[in-house]
DNA sequence: GGCCAGGTAACCCTGAACCT
DNA sequence: AGGTTCAGGGTTACCTGGCC
């Protein structure tokens, strides 16, 4: 079957993560946007854990639902048209490593994904010798990177881990501050096990495959939820059974991995550099010429994710040919629904107007990512013809553009001035 | 009066940068 | 050398001021 899945997930219980975040909203949120498999995220917190065991059952291979009397709860103030959704959960956490490698501090961050209870006993114990688990959904961990991975891969068939927002420049594993060149120098001698890399905001496939030693990774996208209407901002697209193995497995070869959703990349918080408290921002070429300091206080910049793929490029910018490698996935850019209709209506993306239209089209058409990447413009403009209209320029690529810097989202302008 | 935008502090921890 | 400040992660809560 052919489904959106979104691995990289919080709960209630890591930092900077809205309290809102517990397994009936986050299901919730996935019916809403037509995500079919979740990230559990946090299972190392002791809490979360516990309510990951009693809230869910087991249903195809490593795969998890929730039980019946709690999924009616999710679903009751859905519309019809995307209350019946299934939804499954996949065990899952983000991990952040801090440690010195090469003379220089590192802070990355990884997902791991088991398949089952057992498998994430094991690994807790592990990692609750070397951090204290219960302090953050995200647990920081004094590890390396390959240690993590090497206790991962002993928890059992089907373990993996996942590089997470790759290029970001804090805790990516290619990023500015912290990152490395390659993936090999990251992991060392167990490199061979890392087949996916997830893109993060600031990238999409097209700037990754500037890269020609990334070809051989599979590329995924998730939304790094920190609440439950942020779900499935972004997310991968598979054509597998709904099975733990068989999406390891599209992950691992290709093969099933249909493509990926994406924001514009522009649209990310580190697409160019810049420094935010002096509201500077700069495109690659210019950073470099200042020598990577603010031109208003001297202070750093923050290099952000565009720098690093083109430090890292042996591929041009501006090749019109399909970059993909051959079998890859595609993808698609897309604003998320809340945005579009707020420069619609002229309101912020959180304003009573937006959720009450965003209600009524889901109502009438069906969930968020159908709205946005299935449904032909004719069938949009039946609900509403400025909704059509922004659609329709958003698939086409025909969108104003503002990047991102140093943690300020950019603008994506899709309809309005 | 009701709604909304925009600004700011707080949440908690870590490490780097900056100071004495 | 040792201490302090600051910024990052992203959301919530609270405030002011503006608009209809």
Not at 144 to 157: K, M, Q, V, W, Y
């Amino acid at each position: 079957m052919r489904f959106h899945a979104d691995l990289h997930m919080h709960s209630r219980y890591a930092y900077a993560c809205s309290r809102h975040s517990d397994l009936v909203n986050l299901t919730r949120s996935a019916r809403r946007k037509g995500v079919t498999l979740m990230g559990t995220g946090d299972f190392t917190h002791p809490a979360w854990l516990e309510q990951l065991r009693t809230s869910l059952e087991p249903a195809e291979p490593g795969l998890f639902r929730l039980r019946d009397e709690i999924d009616r709860e999710a679903s009751a103030p859905l519309p019809a048209s995307v209350a019946e959704a299934p939804v499954r959960y996949l065990l899952s956490v983000e991990v952040s490593a801090v440690y010195r490698q090469g003379g220089r501090s590192r802070k990355i961050h990884h997902l791991v994904h088991l398949a089952g209870f057992d498998q994430v006993e094991r690994f807790n114990r592990e990692l609750a010798k070397v951090a204290d688990l219960s302090v953050d959904g995200r647990p920081t961990v004094g590890l390396s990177s390959r240690d993590l991975l090497e206790i991962t891969l002993a928890c059992g068939p089907g373990a993996c881990l996942v590089p997470a927002h790759a290029w970001t420049p804090w805790f990516g594993i290619l990023g500015s501050k912290s990152g490395f060149d390659s993936v090999e120098e990251c992991f060392g001698d167990l490199s061979e096990h890392i087949f996916a890399l997830e893109t993060g905001l600031s990238s999409d496939p097209a700037m990754n495959r500037r890269v020609s030693a990334l070809d051989r990774y599979r590329l995924v996208s998730y939304s790094d939820a920190h609440s439950p209407p942020i779900v499935g901002r972004e997310s991968t697209l598979f054509e597998t059974d709904l099975d733990y193995f068989a999406v390891l497995e599209a992950m691992r070869t290709g093969k099933g991995l249909e493509g990926t959703v994406e924001f514009f990349p522009e649209h990310g918080k580190y697409h160019v550099d810049g420094h935010r408290a002096c509201g500077v921002r700069l495109e690659p070429e210019e950073t470099r010429r200042l020598g990577g300091r603010c031109p208003v206080c001297g202070r750093k910049l923050t290099v952000g994710v565009l720098s690093r793929v083109e430090d890292l490029a042996d591929r041009p910018s501006d090749q019109p040919t399909d970059r993909r490698p051959r079998g890859a996935a595609g993808f698609v850019n897309l604003v998320p629904l809340p945005e579009v209709l707020g420069q619609i209506l002229g309101v912020g993306p959180r304003s009573k107007k937006v959720a009450m239209e965003a209600d009524r089209l889901v109502a009438a058409l069906g969930a968020e990512l159908v709205i946005l990447r299935d449904l032909p413009g004719e069938v949009l403009a039946g609900q509403s013809p400025e909704l059509a209209e922004a659609v329709v320029r958003m698939r086409r690529g025909q969108v104003g553009r503002e990047p991102g810097f140093d943690g300020e989202f950019g603008v994506i302008r899709v309809a309005g001035d």
